[in-house]
């Protein structure tokens, strides 16, 4: 290749670089517009402008160092194919590039010119999520949380569930949290909070790819205050009061013996090297993450999705097993056309999210024909099965049973009714006092027989001298 043609060759790549940073914007300006209906579409749709916006990143530091011409040639080229302020030196190169272009492709086949633009691999996009997270919607946290189940052996496994480690697995005040903090040992519960945020770093990565993480963590990390992170530090009263040090992984049988260990050599060696401060980072890093709105509507989706799973039938749980149903329903582009003669003959014909019709297989599914009404929304109506039971969660009918003095909880899942209501509350009431202690009437004495006697007839046999 001989000088002009490295010249023609720099300028046409800035062409080529101009026209397909333009190309990519127009394709990214397109997705945005037009934002796919499927959870499954939208994901796939944010990673598809998230590789373009990467491209466009790529070329354009192409041409600032093509702008910037640090070696000079730029300037030296241009002059050169300038014909140096020299006409005939001009129009001698001109014709010697026209002639090296038809040597170039004398005797190769013609062929036409692929249109520039973003490449198909751009476009192949596979996003690995787990059944449980449903393309993005939840998050799927049961293989830590069988994790956390383990980090003390001697605290019951039943006492914290699920579904309400969800909704608060990042409150490290939270009493649960507090109680396996501090007895299990430093390593393990590092290990513990640094499983949980390579999870939501990944997660986030997957389900929101238009939101830069890395980003956000490293400007968090900056906002951390020295007192933001040593108010997480382990208070040595509360490691005192349960006999264990999580420095060191020993459980002492005394207070006096933990506060003799805490001033030896061997403790403080322990402590320099447990690496607090970074623990305390991350627990921060996942508190400032799940407080994150679109995080915050995921563990909403997660609690929900949790709750439709525990009131689903044997019959419902067996037929999604044997794939008859589909735990989520995915729905055709093709079904999602408006239909004006089914919407004609229906009234209060529902509408989706995207501000079109339902299609009517899926308003038969989700019955959306049923009319379910509430008393304690104030009669209001819910179409559907599952948007009748997801109402029992919300704010209205909460504030609803509140006005009737009554605190919501799972037995009232399912009832509507005013009178209903009130009328489990009071057998709740009753059935509570029965199974409370009754000083007066249960407390026992034991004589000198070894007789049990209910602590009444003790004092009265006492008086009687009987005793």
């Excluded at 005040?173 to 903090?181: I, L, V, W």
């Excluded at 379910?372 to 029992?392: A, D, P, Q």
């Excluded at 009431?429 to 007789?451: H, I, T």
Aim: glycine share 4%; aromatic share 8%; charged share 35%.
């Amino acid at each position: 290749m001989n000088h002009n043609s490295l010249v023609m060759s720099l300028l046409e790549r800035t062409r080529q670089l101009h026209e397909e940073i333009e190309l990519f914007e127009d394709e990214i300006v397109r997705r945005i517009k037009n934002q796919p209906v499927l959870q499954e579409d939208k994901i796939k749709n944010e990673h598809i402008i998230m590789k373009l916006n990467h491209e466009i990143n790529q070329r354009t530091g192409e041409l600032i160092s093509l702008y910037e011409d640090k070696n000079g040639k730029k300037e030296e080229e241009l002059q050169m194919i300038s014909g140096n302020g020299n006409t005939a030196d001009l129009l001698k190169l001109f014709y010697q590039g026209i002639e090296q272009i038809k040597n170039e492709f004398k005797g190769k086949p013609v062929s036409f010119i692929e249109s520039v633009g973003p490449s198909d691999d751009i476009y192949e996009i596979t996003i690995p999520f787990s059944g449980e997270e449903m393309n993005g919607k939840c998050i799927d946290l049961i293989v830590i949380f069988n994790e956390m189940i383990n980090l003390v052996e001697d605290i019951s496994q039943d006492d914290w569930k699920y579904i309400d480690y969800i909704r608060e697995f990042w409150e490290w005040e939270s009493p649960q949290n507090q109680k396996r903090r501090y007895h299990c040992s430093c390593n393990k519960w590092k290990n513990y909070v640094n499983n949980i945020l390579k999870y939501l770093i990944s997660f986030i990565e997957r389900s929101q790819p238009l939101f830069d993480i890395n980003m956000n963590i490293s400007i968090t990390k900056k906002q951390f205050s020295d007192e933001q992170i040593n108010d997480m530090n382990y208070k040595e009263e509360v490691l005192k009061k349960n006999c264990f040090c999580v420095y060191c992984d020993k459980k002492f049988s005394k207070e006096t013996v933990v506060e003799s260990h805490f001033k030896s050599k061997k403790h403080f060696q322990m402590v320099k090297k447990s690496e607090e401060r970074s623990i305390n980072e991350t627990m921060l890093l996942i508190k400032e993450l799940m407080t994150n709105e679109e995080m915050k509507k995921v563990v909403q989706s997660t609690i929900e999705n949790l709750n439709l799973k525990m009131g689903r039938t044997v019959k419902e749980l067996d037929e999604i097993a044997k794939g008859n149903i589909m735990d989520e329903i995915e729905i055709n582009e093709e079904d999602l056309e408006n239909n004006e003669e089914i919407r004609k003959g229906i009234d209060n014909y529902p509408i989706g999210d995207d501000g079109r019709p339902i299609p009517f297989w899926l308003y038969k599914l989700h019955g959306l024909g049923t009319e379910f009404k509430c008393e304690i929304c104030g009669n209001k109506s819910y179409f559907g099965r599952k948007e009748y039971e997801k109402h029992f969660q919300e704010a209205q009918h909460v504030r609803g049973l509140k006005c009737l003095g009554i605190a919501n909880s799972v037995e009232f899942f399912d009832i509507c009714r005013i009178k209903d209501a009130l009328a489990l509350a009071h057998k709740l009431d009753v059935m509570k006092k029965e199974a409370e202690f009754d000083v007066a009437n249960d407390e026992e004495f034991e004589d000198a027989e070894g007789n049990i006697i209910l602590k009444k007839d003790y004092l009265l046999l006492q008086k009687q001298g009987l005793i």
